[in-house]
């Protein structure tokens, strides 16, 4: 959880998705990643708009899936972009 | 206790009452996750103890052959009235519990953040100038009874009674099942005021959002109201009570963790989550409704299922160094609060009241230790937690 200081968020190479029918509500990716994630009014969580990862989150985004119980978090690798 | 047997095998034999499994019963559950992964007991009339986090997962995955309509393991089987969702299966468990769910929700959550404080804060002015309290007694049980009562729009004294309640459900019952029915009953009468008095003046509390509710288009009859407040009373109370005292217990003996704390709070979230995963206090049946395999083990019909969280949390498989504490352990995806469709509903509250117990407690008293020479004692049953926990302050 040590925020260190990385690249300037310009490129965006990974996209996070939480997968509706895995999620149960444990709202671990809303708590770690709130840049990237949100919670429903049933607590259910969704990722924010298209999913994409700014470079400068991509910790989290890994971190969010490291820690959801119900391994409802995909994050996807997108094409080289460099 | 002394009137019952003594375990003679625990893969065999095991029995939850007994007091090593009470004090300390992580060796055991060592034990079985290499020796007899899935234990059993003739106890109980039959229940299975699966120690490995797979295999708890499989069964929290699996209502089909793994009903929650029996939840708790004890003599006898007392006909208890249902407490939806938590006694439900599928189809219908998904429409009642999402009836429940704004409530509970993060944003929900936030909002009861600043009650949380002002009762830690509360409960903390009056140790001032004590040499020494009971953690668990003076402030880990009073967090989440006095929020409760709030959320549920009954005045904070009601504590005592709520107290009363819960150690006879959860612990004395476990050998008296007539001491279960008739907890329940009074705690129906005692909603069944409730109910009638918010119905005369309704307010903004779970009892009054329960009235207005509805499950697929209908409002909820009477006893599905009090079924879901004793739910929620029974749940929230117990169960979060035992991870405060739990996490106070861990640093009261441990100093190094306690002084890394109280130096860098902005940790607290990470460590609570470790403490959950460490000393996850709760264990939940399932009744056996279908025989069916699993990792080799035969489930007979009409038997039980005891799901430890806290077995599942300590399997190396899963966990690396699953049995040391790591207060920053980043990657933590523990099974405290449950795993599937019964994902416990109260899970982001309980998180908010220990964060907050946790900073309140430590900004006021950063320097504490158990008290030499006195007893810490732990719950019985399928909630652990210390229910005494006897602590000094150092001048």
């Known amino acids: ?82 | 206790m002394s009137s019952r047997a003594p375990v003679a095998d625990w893969a065999s034999d095991f029995d939850h009452r007994d007091p090593d499994w009470v004090e300390d019963p992580f060796p055991i559950w060592d034990e079985l996750r290499q020796k007899c992964p899935i234990a059993h007991t003739d106890r109980f009339s039959g229940v299975y103890f699966p120690s490995r986090y797979d295999d708890i997962r499989a069964i929290a995955y699996d209502p089909e052959h793994f009903s929650s309509r029996r939840l708790f393991v004890r003599e006898g089987r007392p006909p208890l009235p249902r407490t939806p969702p938590i006694t439900s299966d599928p189809p219908a468990h998904r429409d009642e519990r999402k009836t429940l769910l704004p409530p509970f929700a993060p944003a929900a959550v936030q909002k009861l953040e600043p009650l949380a404080r002002a009762i830690c804060r509360e409960l903390l002015e009056r140790l001032t100038n004590r040499s020494e309290c009971d953690g668990a007694v003076d402030y880990a049980q009073e967090i989440p009874a006095r929020l409760t009562a709030r959320m549920l729009g009954i005045s904070e004294d009601s504590g005592d009674r709520f107290r009363k309640w819960i150690h006879e459900f959860f612990e004395l019952s476990v050998t008296d099942p007539a001491i279960a029915e008739r907890v329940v009953a009074e705690v129906r009468d005692f909603f069944k005021q409730e109910i009638a008095k918010r119905h005369a003046a309704p307010g903004d509390d779970l009892v009054s959002y329960l009235i207005n509710a509805r499950i697929e288009g209908r409002p909820l009859d009477e006893n599905e109201i009090s079924g879901i407040l004793r739910l929620l009373l029974f749940a929230g109370i117990d169960t979060t009570w035992s991870a405060i005292g739990a996490s106070l217990w861990h640093l009261a003996t441990h100093a190094d963790d306690r002084r890394w704390l109280v130096a860098e709070p902005e940790l607290i979230p990470t460590a609570v989550e470790e403490f959950l995963r460490a000393y996850a206090p709760v264990t939940m049946g399932r009744e056996i409704v279908k025989e069916t395999d699993i990792n080799g083990c035969h489930f007979k019909e009409g038997e039980m299922v005891m799901l430890a969280f806290g077995a599942a949390n300590r399997d190396p498989a899963v966990f690396p160094d699953a049995d040391r504490v790591i207060i920053d352990r980043a990657e933590n995806r523990h099974a405290a609060f449950g795993l599937g469709i019964h994902r416990c509903i109260g899970s982001t509250l309980a998180r908010m009241e220990m964060r907050v117990a946790l900073e309140e407690w430590l900004g006021k008293f950063p320097d504490f230790t158990l008290t030499p020479g006195a007893v810490v004692k732990w719950s019985m049953g399928t909630v652990r937690g210390p229910r005494q926990l006897p602590i000094t302050f150092p001048k």
């Open chain 1, 1 to 82: 959880m040590n925020a260190r200081l990385q690249k300037p968020a310009t490129m965006v190479s990974l996209r996070v998705r939480v997968d509706r029918t895995l999620c149960q509500g444990h709202a671990r990716c809303v708590v770690l990643a709130p840049e990237l994630f949100e919670a429903d009014e049933f607590g259910g969580g969704r990722e924010i708009g298209d999913g994409g990862v700014p470079s400068d989150l991509e910790n989290k985004a890994w971190l969010a899936k490291a820690n959801c119980p119900e391994f409802a978090i995909d994050v996807e690798r997108l094409g080289e972009t460099a």
